[in-house]
């Protein structure tokens, strides 16, 4: 008789899955080898893996950028800010979801000294939607001393004249 032993909720219900997925690709996209790079916001990525808000700030960014007649809308990696590329060495995914906090998963990237820079860590949360539907609702970054990045955010105030 095979003992089946139970996973936690993150790795039960795909958060986990899905938060590992975006990892994975910021992680080939930290080697800057344009043949390998890997896109995070697709059509099918929009349409699965995020909320409507979401992509309705994307959207309302993509078009705000092109009004004004920017040829793109991020000039560096939207997850990590990064604009280096410098490579990433050692992740983490750690579920911090709380009965009274929207899902949130958060991840460690560890970045050995790259272009001079010192080595760092890159932290990131996933906050994905509450009802149980594993879409991603934003990406924040930390940002030090409390602060945080919100991508979402972020791509609402491009809108703004």
């Known amino acids: 008789m095979a003992l089946i032993m139970s996973a936690g909720p993150a790795l039960a219900d795909g958060r986990e899955q899905l938060v590992r997925s975006y990892v994975d ?34 959207a309302d960014a993509l078009k705000a950028s092109r009004k ?21 060495g050692k ?19 560890d970045l050995p000294s790259c272009d001079g ?14 009802d149980g539907s594993h879409r991603i609702d934003d990406v924040r970054r930390f940002m030090g001393e409390g602060n945080w990045f919100s991508l979402k955010a972020w791509l609402e105030r491009q809108v703004r004249p």
């Open 68 to 88: 004004r007649g920017d040829p793109i809308v991020f000039e560096t990696d939207p997850m990590t800010g990064d604009s280096n590329r410098c490579p990433i």
């Open 91 to 109: 992740t983490g995914v750690i579920d911090r979801t709380r009965s009274d906090t929207p899902d949130m998963l958060d991840v460690t990237m």
């Open 117 to 130: 820079d010192p080595a760092r860590s890159i932290r990131l949360m996933f906050v994905l939607e509450k």
């Open 25 to 58: 690709r910021i992680v080939v996209n930290s080697l800057d080898e344009p043949d390998r790079h890997q896109a995070y916001f697709t059509e099918s990525q929009l349409l699965n893996d995020f909320s409507g808000d979401f992509v309705d700030a994307y």
